[in-house]
Structures are given as C-alpha cells and as structure tokens.
C-alpha cells in the first residue's frame, strides 16, 4: 500500500519562497505519476502540479506557472514542489498525490486537473503567504 508522507509549507511573505516535499513508503514511486494539489477556505480543491514517470512531464495551473517548479528523486521515493514568489492567492492547504501512469491514461495535463484522478492523497500541509 501506498503512503505518502508530507513536510514542508508554513507562513511566507508574499514574494517568498517555500519547498513542500512528499516522501512514499510501501511502494516505489516508479511507474506513478505524482503531484500536488491544494485546497483554499471556501474553494474547491484544484490541481497545482505533477509530473509523470516515464518522461518527466509536467502540468502547471496557469496560476502558478513559471513560480512553482516540481521535481521527483525516484531513487529516494520523494517528490518536491519549490514555491517562488509567493503571493497571498496560493494560501492553501496543500496535498501530494500519486497514482499509476497507466491510470491516468497517460495523460497528465488532464487527469491532473481532475481531484478524483487519484487515489493515493498524503495527509495535508497548511501554506500561508502574508501580504
């Protein structure tokens, strides 16, 4: 069984930085697809970032586009997101997500968007930017 274990986020000023990582255990994370997604007081959860196994490609919201950059070590079964020139919007609680390429259908720019695309959901982690 899967399990995705996050650290990182925190409270930045706008302009900031800050890296959330997501460690998996039970499983390697070769073969899966993974990312992040975030959920803000009053929204719906949407997807920020993922990457696949088998290319390294990659998906951005076009809110976070060329500010957020995520990168996978497969030898050490992590997953990082580094968050630059943060701005007040991406107050959120953020979550690592990871599921089979094969599932996805191989297409991550659209399964990334979609909350019920996964089924592997680490447990969470508050990001606050102060303007």
């Known amino acids: 069984q899967l399990h995705l274990v996050q650290s990182g986020g925190g409270l930045a000023q706008s302009g900031g930085s800050l890296r959330l990582s997501c460690a998996a255990s039970g499983v390697d994370l070769v073969g899966y697809a993974i990312g992040w997604f975030r959920q803000a007081p009053g929204k719906e959860r949407e997807g920020v970032s993922c990457?696949?196994?088998?290319?390294?490609?990659?998906y951005y919201s076009e809110s976070v586009k060329g500010r957020f950059t995520i990168t996978r070590d497969d030898a050490k079964n992590t997953v990082h997101l580094q968050m630059d020139s943060l701005k007040p919007e991406d107050t959120a609680v953020y979550y690592c997500?990871?599921?089979?390429?094969?599932?996805?259908?191989?297409?991550?720019?659209?399964?990334?968007?979609?909350?019920?695309?996964?089924?592997?959901w680490g447990q969470g982690t508050q990001v606050t930017v102060s303007s």
């Open positions: 990457i696949n196994s088998y290319d390294g490609g990659t």
């Open positions: 997500v990871a599921e089979p390429d094969f599932m996805l259908e191989f297409n991550l720019q659209h399964m990334c968007t979609i909350v019920q695309s996964f089924d592997y």
